[in-house]
């Protein structure tokens, strides 16, 4: 369990982030949402230990990031960077993955790098430099999950991943997920914030304005507005054509809504 106890973060004199106050319990699915600069990945890397609060505790499983070693926060969390290129850093795939096996200390470290190379597919002995973007951003997850992590941290995740991509790394986050795995994801795509998380935090200017369902998040527009975030855009068509319709929030709901009001002969 993550715990955020009145957690400010100032860089100089400025506050990146400032009193935050929430928790996430495990197993859950939550998305950090708000403007860029909000202050995402600032709370990304507070929950993962790379960042001690200036005032305020960060708790992970009832012990403040302060007092856990890096090895044992290597070992409960999983940090993907919103920059592939951030962390990958060995000559081979399989080394790479390796390295964050060795981190945490683990006897089957060879056997579990040889399973995971299987399981994605790759072949070792490749310069995780000479793949794709979408492919390193898939090199960056294994050596994650490789590890089994208990919380994964995902910092805009899809950038830069074509459609496909983004499926295949959404459809393996969800199924992890539903293994068991807290997946916490800032991302900008709102799209992929209804399908997945089911819960939803808002930030703005380090602040959080707004924690909750992230259906009843998206169709709170003023606070919305606030934070400069856009719902999504059968969310939106839905709350504009306000009462005549059932709500909805995606093209299927959106279609049984029309057919639905369709069959009551509302004008459309
Ligand atoms: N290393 C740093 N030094 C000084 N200020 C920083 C540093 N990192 C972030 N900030 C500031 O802290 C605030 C929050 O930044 P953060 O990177 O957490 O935002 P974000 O929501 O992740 O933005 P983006 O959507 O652009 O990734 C911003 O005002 C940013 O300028
Ligand atoms: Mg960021």
Excluded: W
């Amino acid at each position: 369990m993550i715990q955020f106890e009145n957690v400010t973060l100032t860089y100089g004199g400025a506050a990146a982030v400032r009193d935050l106050n929430f928790t996430v319990a495990p197993g859950e699915f939550v998305a950090v949402i708000g403007a860029n600069g909000a202050g995402k990945t600032t709370v990304s890397k507070l929950m993962n230990g790379l960042l001690k609060p200036t005032s305020g505790r960060v708790l992970l499983d009832g012990v403040p990031t302060t007092a856990l070693r890096t090895s044992v926060l290597a070992r409960k969390i999983g940090f993907l960077f919103q920059n592939p290129d951030r962390q990958l850093c060995k000559p081979t795939i399989r080394e790479e993955i390796a390295f964050g096996l060795a981190l945490t200390g683990r006897k089957d470290a060879a056997a579990r790098t040889e399973a995971v190379l299987r399981e994605f597919g790759f072949d070792g002995s490749r310069d995780p430099f000479s793949a794709s973007r979408g492919e390193r951003q898939r090199i960056a997850l294994a050596s994650l999950i490789a590890v089994e992590p208990e919380v994964l941290i995902l910092d805009e995740p899809t950038t830069g991943l074509d459609y496909r991509e983004c499926m295949a790394m959404m459809a393996r986050v969800q199924s992890l997920n539903a293994a068991g795995t807290t997946v916490v994801m800032v991302c900008h795509d709102m799209e992929l914030v209804l399908d997945f998380a089911r819960r939803t935090l808002v930030l703005k200017d380090g602040t959080l304005l707004l924690d909750g369902e992230t259906r009843s998040v998206f169709r709170n527009t003023d606070v919305l507005r606030r934070a400069s975030v856009l719902p999504p855009q059968i969310t939106r068509l839905s709350l504009r054509l306000g009462d005549r319709l059932q709500p909805a929030d995606t093209v299927e709901e959106m279609e049984a809504a029309i057919r639905a009001a369709r069959q009551k002969g509302v004008p459309a």
